[in-house]
């Protein structure tokens, strides 16, 4: 394993943006910068051994801060989206920021996404990584409590590309962490991601209303166009889904039990993303909006393993809710093959 780090830019507030480049055995290599915590480039070998980067992503601070699809990013303190920028915890409303709409979306006007991590590499074994801090202040973007967060991104010899994050409270708050990368296994910017085949390990799914809020059913797929318990291209049915995917698909697996998620392959360069979690729900989202970025529509797919979305108001849903001595834990590993 090998691993660098220099400095990626600096912000108009002076404080210094890192980047960070690991490297493995297997021909590999991810950057990441503490700007968002934010992957940048994913660099993978094809069936014939030609490398090329297979996240979306930027070359400098400004494109990134200019752009609107929250590209590789650590997305908090609630991934997704809770209708009306608003629920109750313990007999008390909050009201949050609202940036999508009427409703909150991934983590408000500020999240996560847009904060400079604390952040230094580290290395164990066969296994080189960066670690991320931050501390999200009570009250910030409408969320109760102060949250203590910390990350791992890691890749080893086995190609195997994790994401793991931990936060502790003093006082309950919702917290739903995820990485928003963007996936096109030809290659960013080769086209659209339409031909690649998928499999989700996914017996149900939620049904969404028109500001893509979920309407607290919860359906199976079979029958449906969501139905990816077989491999089939994004493209054969997403035409019978307005706008295209952009659900949470619910994973058949007992929650916080680490277990498959999805299986994407494809067949051009032979390259498969194998994607395995803790978390219940997997959001799947095949870049319906990119036309306004430098990617064409369909350009890339996301995979957000997530708790589901709206689930602070919905009381069915797994919780998502945080209490201070409890520990929030997330982990989602990708491993990436021929």
């Known amino acids: 394993m090998k691993s660098e780090e220099s400095r990626f830019a600096t912000t108009a507030d002076g404080c210094a943006v890192m980047k960070y480049t690991l490297e493995s055995a297997g021909g590999m290599r991810v950057s990441a910068i503490s700007w968002g915590g934010r992957i940048t480039e994913v660099m993978v070998p094809d069936r014939k051994g030609r490398t090329a980067n297979v996240a979306l992503g930027f070359g400098s601070l400004e494109e990134y801060r200019g752009g609107r699809s929250y590209f590789g990013c650590l997305v908090g303190r609630f991934a997704n989206r809770i209708a009306a920028g608003r629920f109750s915890l313990d007999g008390i409303a909050y009201e949050l920021a609202r940036n999508d709409g009427a409703n909150h979306l991934h983590g408000g006007l500020r999240g996560f ?72 296994l030809a290659g960013a910017g080769c086209g659209d991601v339409l031909s690649h085949e998928v499999s989700l390990h996914c017996p149900f799914y939620l049904p969404s209303d028109a ?61 498969v993303m194998e994607v395995s979690s803790t978390e219940p729900g997997v959001q799947f989202y095949t870049g319906n909006f990119l036309a306004s ?46």
């Open 211 to 271: 500001a893509l809020l979920p309407t607290g059913e919860v359906r199976p797929v079979a029958g449906t166009p969501f139905d990816f318990s077989k491999a089939k291209p994004i493209g054969r049915d997403i035409g019978s889904v307005p706008g295209g995917y952009d659900h949470c698909m619910v994973v058949g697996k007992p929650v916080d039990a680490m277990g498959p998620v999805a299986a994407v392959r494809d067949p051009g360069s032979g390259r």
């Open 293 to 338: 970025d430098p990617f064409p529509k369909h350009g890339g797919f996301c995979l957000e393993t997530q708790r589901f979305p709206d689930s602070p108001n919905i009381g069915h849903f797994p919780s998502c809710i945080l209490r201070p001595g409890q520990v929030y834990h997330h982990r989602t590993v990708h491993r990436f093959s021929v």
């Open 113 to 184: 996404d847009k904060a400079v991590w604390e952040s230094w590499p580290f290395r164990s074994g066969d296994t080189a990584g960066i670690r991320w801090a931050l501390v999200s202040r009570d009250g910030e973007e409408g969320y109760p409590g102060r949250l203590q967060v910390t990350a791992e991104y890691a890749l080893n010899d086995r190609n195997e590309l994790s994401f793991e994050y931990w936060a502790v409270t003093d006082r309950p708050t919702p917290v739903n962490l995820t990485n928003h990368s963007y996936w096109n």
